[in-house]
T-cell receptor
Framework: EAGVAQSPRYKIIEKRQSVAFWCNPISGHATLYWYQQILGQGPKLLIQFQNNGVVDDSQLPKDRFSAERLKGVDSTLKIQPAKLEDSAVYLC???????????FGPGTRLLVL | GEDVEQSLFLSVREGDSSVINCTYTDSSSTYLYWYKQEPGAGLQLLTYIFSNMDMKQDQRLTVLLNKKDKHLSLRIADTQTGDSAIYFCAESTEAGNMLTFGGGTRLMVKP
């Protein structure tokens, strides 16, 4: 079974630029999550989708971050404009709705200069 | 809010047992997880335990849960150099809900 796929794996941008990350969850997983992992810390949830609806986006900085999952499968996370403190690894995870285990992709490592 | 804490670092010799500890504050935690993260990689789910259990064993891994003290531990028997990684404890309060992670414990296994 294929795991969670993410791209790109690495991205370097200058502050105030825009960037987008893509995630393809495990086939059949209804729930999709985006986490931000700052160096030396554990991941923190940004947003959770159930199919194509948002379940929890309370920790998403909505002035600059946006995310969508239009067809209930793939998802994109966008940052516009980026700040230096957005440098982190952005992890996508998915799970079967109602099941607890979340499976993570390899992450996108973002460096904002 | 919820808080999950772990010690930063653990060093063991190959073949010894490793015990990684975690404490959490949310008494309504329902599920507790251990994830492993190798350099440059995502998080790999190792095991999880329901809050109504006090122990779970899976091959070399043993999870112990003391719900009264809100303490979770992961024991790795016969630790190998390939076990060197960062181990994250995480908790959630209901199925499919957000995970709250600890800061991670870096395990170093010396040959």
């Amino acid at each position: 079974e294929a795991g969670v796929a993410q791209s790109p794996r690495y991205k370097i941008i200058e502050k105030r630029q825009s960037v987008a990350f893509w995630c393809n969850p495990i086939s059949g997983h209804a729930t999709l999550y985006w986490y931000q992992q700052i160096l030396g810390q554990g991941p923190k949830l940004l947003i959770q989708f159930q199919n194509n609806g948002v379940v929890d986006d309370s920790q998403l900085p909505k002035d600059r971050f946006s995310a969508e999952r239009l067809k209930g499968v793939d998802s994109t996370l966008k940052i516009q404009p980026a700040k230096l403190e957005d440098s982190a690894v952005y992890l996508c995870a998915s799970s079967l709705g109602g099941q607890r285990a979340q499976y993570f992709g390899p992450g996108t490592r973002l460096l904002v200069l | 809010g919820e808080d999950v804490e772990q010690s930063l670092f653990l060093s063991v010799r190959e073949g010894d047992s490793s015990v990684i500890n975690c404490t959490y504050t949310d008494s309504s935690s329902t599920y507790l997880y251990w994830y492993k993260q190798e350099p440059g990689a995502g998080l790999q789910l190792l095991t999880y335990i329901f809050s109504n259990m006090d122990m779970k064993q899976d091959q070399r891994l043993t999870v112990l849960l003391n719900k009264k003290d809100k303490h979770l531990s992961l024991r790795i028997a016969d630790t190998q150099t390939g076990d060197s990684a960062i181990y994250f404890c995480a908790e959630s309060t209901e199925a499919g809900n957000m995970l709250t992670f600890g800061g991670g414990t870096r395990l170093m296994v010396k040959p």
